[in-house]
């Protein structure tokens, strides 16, 4: 089977992280980038690296870039070579196209013009962290749109020893136990007669709303 590949433009902190975890993912990369320097850091790492201002059309035809399965525009605060990059790659005919937005305007920007994909790795990060410190029971977060998110909860001493069925979670709280991270055992999909056990993390799905909701008549009570 036919590797994906993948070009990266930008390689600052995020496209870099990015073009790091792809290869050592086995994947074919393009790192691209204007700086020098930073090219040559990833000369090693990626499959090709191109020192190239993607802002010009003629110069990304060149690279072959309608090749590729994937194009992510890692572009850091230059907000216009952003949207130029994102909009000639649309033009050129790009399958799938992953932005990066430093705000909320950007992103409706780069939505209109057609990413498949837009992410704040700043933002997002920040709201994890938030999550993370607010409450001892959060290990993770993920929000997977504006109102829905995946949350690892710790299980406390008034779940332990009661099974899902007698929880009856999803009813009363509209949301879903999806998987259970025991040690280093994971159950996906547990069963109705699984027993919670303090400390299991409980990966949740669910509404912001009854996640929270759950969270603190359960955890916090």
Known sequence: MKKKEFAVIGLGRFGGSICSALSEEGMEVMAIDKDEDRVNEFSKIASHAVVADTTDEAVLKSLGIRNFDHVIVAIGDDIQSS???????KEIGINQIT????NDYHEKVLRKIGADHVVHPERDMGKRIAHNIVSNNVLDYLELSDEHSIVELVANDLLDGHSLMDLDIRAKYGINIVAIKRGSEIIISPLADELIQKQDVMIVIGADSDINRFEKKVLHA
């Open 99 to 102: 932005a990066k937005a430093q």
């Open 83 to 89: 949207i130029l990059t994102t909009l000639m790659l």
